[in-house]
């Protein structure tokens, strides 16, 4: 089973795969859809991934066909909206680094340490005065 799970699926679900009872003519004649159950986000549990390769071998060409259909929707759903992710990261990215300038960061840092320090001063100058008067 190994050799076929290694032969029909891509390397990264060969370690998940051999996880699971596979109908290995399944695996040779439907390999994507035992990729589709595998990197199915819907099918979380073990068990219910295993429960799908177990009815596998008595389900109709009809049934099967829609759970294809069903499980390729999942997939482009969850592409879409991992793109629409992405572009929104990426935009919120953007808006940040223009609203970020080092420059002008080290400018406002410099002005508020020289405000601090000016008060400070005019704090120890009041200080004295009064230390004066008394």
Do not use: G
């Not at 050799?3 to 891509?10: E, G, V």
């Not at 099918?43 to 069903?70: A, R």
């Amino acid at each position: 089973m190994t050799s076929a799970i290694q032969q029909y699926l891509p390397e990264h679900l060969w370690k998940l795969a051999e996880e699971f009872t596979i109908p290995e003519n399944y695996l040779v004649a439907r390999a994507w859809l035992i990729q589709l159950i595998l990197e199915s986000k819907s099918l979380s549990e073990h068990t219910e991934k295993q429960n799908w390769f177990n009815l596998l071998p008595i389900m109709s060409e009809e049934q099967v066909n829609k759970l294809d259909d069903i499980l390729t929707r999942e997939k482009q759903k969850l592409e879409e909206i991992n793109q629409k992710y992405a572009k929104k990261q990426e935009e919120i990215n953007q808006k940040y680094q223009q609203s970020y300038n080092p420059e002008t960061y080290y400018q406002s840092q410099a002005k508020i340490k020289a405000e601090e320090n000016k008060t400070r001063e005019q704090d120890l100058v009041e200080a004295d005065n009064l230390l004066a008067q008394m």
